[in-house]
């Protein structure tokens, strides 16, 4: 893994305070002076309706509308999974899956 440097006149985006349930204080990444461009290694963070729907209001000229992102990610996995049973034949997939059982 390589290291992340940041100019030091850029702002922290997060600070965490704990990691793994341990306490822990630190700056995570950053946001540039003008707060349009925002940097984190926070992973799922927008996977969060309610955050999702805050951050962007709070940095949004128009008013947003809060969505289910799961109910979306459900959505897309039934029209793969549709697609791929119209598609593949996965009941030979499952056959030779048998075979190494």
């Known amino acids: 893994m390589g290291i992340t440097s940041k100019k030091a006149d850029l702002n922290p985006s997060f600070t965490i305070t704990q990691k793994n349930s341990v306490p822990e204080k630190h700056d995570d990444r950053a946001v540039s002076n003008d707060r349009k461009v925002w940097g984190t290694y926070l992973h799922g963070l927008f996977e969060n309706d309610d955050f999702r729907t ?13 969505f289910s992102y799961r109910s979306y990610l459900n959505n897309q996995f039934d029209k ?22």
């Open 80 to 101: 793969l999974a549709k697609l791929i049973e119209e598609n593949v034949d996965v009941q030979r997939i499952i056959n030779i899956a048998k075979c190494f059982n």
């Open 54 to 66: 805050q951050f962007l209001c709070l940095h949004s000229r128009k008013e947003l509308k809060s």
